[in-house]
């Protein structure tokens, strides 16, 4: 039979699907042996046979129970109270599945780990023994003396000090460390510990698992239940394309002294997800450290005026209902009075003839307004809601805020003056995304997704006008204020933006901008949609000049990377 220190040795490796323990590599100190419970009968002498029958069952006692059978104790503790909370299935400790990229990188996996836990009610001085255990334990899990106390004290339902409280999960030769304090009421069972191998690549999109198990956000909560099971999630974000996303991101921020910024890269046919990312990120491994509004995935939950990106959506409506033709032009001025408000251009200029194309190409408000009061408030209010403006996009992940977009019956006089031009309403980023996804594909709705494969969606719009559309938003990048997002050997299709913040505590617009630029590529026939959002830049505010060579330099990577040929001879290349 072993003895009380052979079973104070803790299990200190990798935890595998078939259960199996490797030991640490020292034993735990020595203890005086306390007297034992025996069963009914035990105190009879016992045969060679008898003994042999006893030792056959007691193996497979432990073999079926496993997980649950196998802790070690410190202080002599030889039961526990909510065996239950333990994550065992089949007899063998369950391991979380992994989250893995499209590329089969491991994005977030299960390693071995120790569970340090505690019987609130034979521990002899809470107070004493947290600070032992905080001496160990808070260098690797930034738990404070006082934090553990609690859990040391931890009492159920009944008010009564409870019997089984989680007190951290660590590597095993941190739970060395922890067998070395000699604790009462402490000890170790088997466990595992979800790291996140790829620093802080797609943080907010992977989500996190918490100490006791608990999932937070993204892919961990979203796809809890099948991970929970062991099984893996491949996700269809490739790990290179995010890792350049999230650089330039971060370069971008720090040229322009930005506050924020956001990206996304879309498959344009199905609107899969091949890279998002928010900056400021964090490491999902330090996911306590990180502030709220950081851990959120920005990109789904904090919607903003979309500004000039939005115009391709005035000029695709009106061509769908027929009240323009792609050749129709107007007499555009540098202002157009709509109710009590005046809209101007971005530049004074004298009134001219524009055709559609240049009038997306310029971004005039005017222009764009003129050919939304052709079309009518009532009409184009009914194509946005058609477009998926206003309602989730069905991402598979959860918190997806659906932004604001006034019903036509709030509608004020000057709304059909400020709409738009992306003002007066607010999307978030992703549902920006799909809707050029719209725009590129001939004109069918696309649900971004992290997962699995997506069919056609429902069409929106006619292929013709989809054509119309993508060739003026490529004369946008051609000839107009998208020149900076052009990029060699490729035809590309885009739109720039600039819209103003609102301030929260006035309800008007304030001296803070959000630029933007979002297109597609190869326009001839787009792969791929990128879009890139700067939140408050510093020295520009155009999205011309901050955000379309941010969005030239993840597009020309990602066509590289994913091998997509060139469509066109080799531009000139513009620079700033």
Excluded: C
């Excluded at 056959?56 to 079926?64: E, H, Q, R, S, W």
């Excluded at 496993?66 to 007899?91: C, F, K, N, P, W």
């Excluded at 941190?174 to 170790?188: I, M, Q, R, S």
């Excluded at 990106?309 to 000029?315: C, E, R, S």
Aim: hydrophobic share 40%; net charge neutral.
């Amino acid at each position: 039979m072993k003895t009380t220190a052979q079973r104070r040795r803790i299990s200190g490796r990798r935890r595998t699907r078939s259960g199996q323990v490797m030991r640490l590599r020292r034993e735990s100190r020595s203890h005086s042996p306390r007297k034992r419970r025996t069963a009914v009968g035990a105190s009879a002498p016992v045969g060679p046979d008898r003994l042999r029958i006893a030792l056959l069952a007691f193996v497979g006692v432990v073999l079926l129970l496993g997980g649950r059978a196998a802790y070690m104790t410190l202080g002599g503790i030889e039961h526990l109270d909510g065996l239950e909370q333990r994550s065992a299935v089949d007899g063998e400790l369950r391991q979380r599945g992994s989250i893995l990229g499209a590329d089969g990188r491991e994005l977030a996996v299960s390693v071995e780990a120790v569970r340090v836990v505690a019987t609130p009610y034979q521990v002899e001085n809470p107070g004493r023994a947290a600070v032992r255990l905080a001496g160990v334990l808070g260098p690797h899990t930034g738990q404070s003396a006082a934090e553990i106390e609690r859990l040391l004290s931890r009492r159920g339902p009944d008010g009564k000090l409870s019997g089984y409280s989680v007190l951290a999960t660590v590597r095993p030769d941190v739970a060395e460390k922890v067998l070395g304090l000699d604790v009462p009421g402490v000890y170790l069972e088997p466990a595992t510990r979800r790291v996140y191998p790829e620093g802080d690549l797609a943080s907010q999109l992977l989500g996190h698992v918490g100490r006791y198990g608990e999932a937070f956000g993204g892919v961990e909560a979203r796809y809890d239940e099948a991970l929970s099971r062991g099984e893996d999630v491949r996700l269809t974000v490739d790990a290179a394309v995010q890792q350049r996303l999230q650089e330039t991101l971060a370069k971008t921020v720090a040229e322009y002294d930005a506050r924020s910024a956001l990206g996304v890269v879309l498959r344009a046919e199905d609107g899969a997800i091949v890279a998002l990312a928010n900056h400021p990120t964090y490491d999902n491994d330090r996911f306590a450290s990180a502030p709220a509004w950081m851990q959120r995935n920005r990109v789904l939950t904090d919607p903003y005026e979309p500004g000039s990106t939005f115009k391709p959506f005035t000029i695709a409506a009106a061509l769908e209902e027929g009240v323009v033709e792609p050749e129709s032009a107007f007499l555009v001025p540098d202002a157009i009075p709509v109710a009590d408000r005046i809209i101007h251009d971005s530049l004074p200029h004298e009134a001219r003839r524009m055709d559609l194309s240049e009038i997306l190409a310029e971004s005039s408000n005017v222009g764009t307004v003129q050919v939304a009061l052709r079309l009518g408030g009532r009409a184009f209010a009914g194509y946005i809601e058609r477009f998926g403006f206003g309602e989730p996009t069905g991402v598979d992940l959860w918190g997806e805020d659906p932004g604001r977009v006034p019903e036509y019956r709030e509608w004020s006089g000057s709304s059909i003056g400020n709409i738009p031009i992306g003002q007066g309403l607010t999307v978030t980023p992703l549902q920006l995304a799909a809707g050029y996804a719209m725009l590129a594909n001939g004109g069918r709705g696309v649900r971004p997704h992290l997962t699995g494969d997506e069919g056609p969606g429902p069409r929106l719009i006619s292929r013709e006008t989809s054509d119309i559309v993508r060739g003026m938003l490529r004369e946008v990048v051609e000839s107009g204020t998208g020149r900076l997002a052009r990029i060699p050997g490729y035809t590309v299709a885009g739109k720039t933006g600039t819209s103003q913040k609102v301030d929260p505590e006035t309800g008007t617009y304030g001296d803070e901008y959000v630029a933007s630029f979002v297109g597609f590529a190869p326009a001839s026939d787009p792969e791929y949609v990128v879009l890139i959002v700067v939140d408050e830049p510093q020295g520009s505010i155009w999205g011309e000049r901050v955000a379309a060579p941010a969005f030239r330099e993840v597009m020309s990577f990602t066509l590289s990377y994913f091998n997509v040929p060139p469509d066109r001879g080799r531009v000139k290349e513009v620079t700033p």
